[in-house]
């Protein structure tokens, strides 16, 4: 069982920075793929980015060029530095982990079916 707590949510305006934390617990081993979604109000949950613990990362491309996932294996931990914050990115985001490769197919590495493991999320909000 693996258990996952996100950190680092909160308010900023339109342009502003944040940067979410989440740790891993548990069979951290088999944690091949660590990934963030979000889920708005009214919305599907939508993938955001993923990282492959060998290497290798995935993005939305929505958010290409202003979010940068880095998986931190020795930390069991990982990382979603968001920048150029923009209202359309408010959400609950949320760490997932795979024991699988899905990351590493870019059809599967986004798709929230594919993560076994969840964490409760953090809240983003971006004011205009």
């Known amino acids: 069982q693996v258990h996952l707590v996100e950190s680092g949510g909160g308010s900023v305006k339109t342009g502003g920075s944040l940067r979410l934390s989440c740790v891993a617990s548990?069979?951290?081993?088999?944690?091949?793929?660590m990934a963030w979604f979000r889920q708005a109000a009214g919305k599907d949950r939508e993938g955001v980015a993923s990282?492959?613990?060998?290497?290798?990362?995935f993005y939305a491309d929505s958010v290409k060029g202003r979010f940068t996932v880095t998986h931190a294996k020795a930390k069991n931990s990982v990382y979603l530095e968001m920048e150029s914050l923009v209202p359309a990115d408010t959400a609950m985001y949320y760490c997932?982990?795979?024991?699988?490769?899905?990351?590493?197919?870019?059809?599967?590495?986004?798709?929230?079916?594919?993560?076994?493991?969840w964490g409760k999320g953090t809240q983003v909000t971006v004011s205009s």
């Open positions: 990282a492959y613990r060998g290497g290798g990362t």
């Open positions: 548990g069979d951290t081993t088999r944690n091949t793929c």
């Open positions: 997932a982990a795979d024991i699988g490769a899905t990351c590493m197919d870019p059809n599967l590495a986004l798709s929230p079916p594919e993560y076994q493991y």
